[in-house]
């Protein structure tokens, strides 16, 4: 004789998924909510003061248009650059175990938590016309980076390049070596597997490096103003441009932050709907 017992019905997935949100403790919505405030509600303050009748005016004004233009021109080649060197880097500390390899991968995140200036004050002392690189290339090559829009690159990248270097190596970490294995078996050369099945693998978190990246550098002002000052049209960008404005026009200042946060936003959102969002 056998016994059997009733199984309670199985229930689908989607009434599950919605139970589990409904359950959404109170103790960690109220932060939450709180937290989503605190980050929105400044960046609604630039909408809601912004001078919209004088908008189309102001964004006329000489200066902006360049500015904007210097922006999004440096910071372009400044994530090149990135990628270029960030890549690799990204691939030695994922793929090669080395001694000191904790220290380089610690050396590499110090921009992160660097102060800008700081790092401006580095650059300057390395690649400044007295500097331990800059005095050579000055005298070998004639080649004079401070003050310049090089130099501007070069600080966004100094500051940049962590948020690449931290995406890629996450994604070779999670990415299945397998892969490389198989084309390696098959007679593929590493460069050829490195570039033909890696970084098809960590695509999406290249390009989330890449756009963070971009991000960054579009933004950055410190280490710029320390190494490459705020000459209108040659190293003034949209960053350096608000913080003089703001000293002698606050509705100025807040078009041109306005004019900034709907660049980076647009830019931000179409690239993550395109290759970064998961399916």
Known sequence: MTTTTDAPPAVPADRRTARRR???PLPLLLPAGLGLL???LPLAGLVVRAPWSTLPQRLTEPGVLTALRLSLQTATLATLLCLLLGVPLAWLLARVEFPGRRLVRAL??????????????????VFGRRGLLGGWLDSTFGVTLPFTTTGVVLAEAFVAMPFLVIAVEGALRGADPRYEEAAATLGAGRWTTFTHVTLPLVGPGLAAGAVLCWARALGEF?????????????????????Y???????????????VLLTVSVTILAALRDRWITAP
Do not use: C
């Not at 995140?109 to 002392?125: E, F, Q, S």
């Not at 280490?223 to 441009?241: D, E």
């Open 244 to 258: 003089l404005a703001l000293e002698t026009d606050l509705e100025s200042a807040i078009v041109l932050s306005l």
């Open 108 to 125: 590499v995140t110090v921009p992160l938590v660097l102060p800008p200036v700081v790092g401006g004050v580095a650059l300057l002392l």
């Open 22 to 24: 409904a359950r959404v």
């Open 222 to 242: 410190g280490a710029t103003i320390t190494f490459a000052g705020n000459y209108p049209g040659r190293t003034q960008t949209m960053p350096l441009a608000v």
């Open 38 to 40: 605190f980050l929105v």
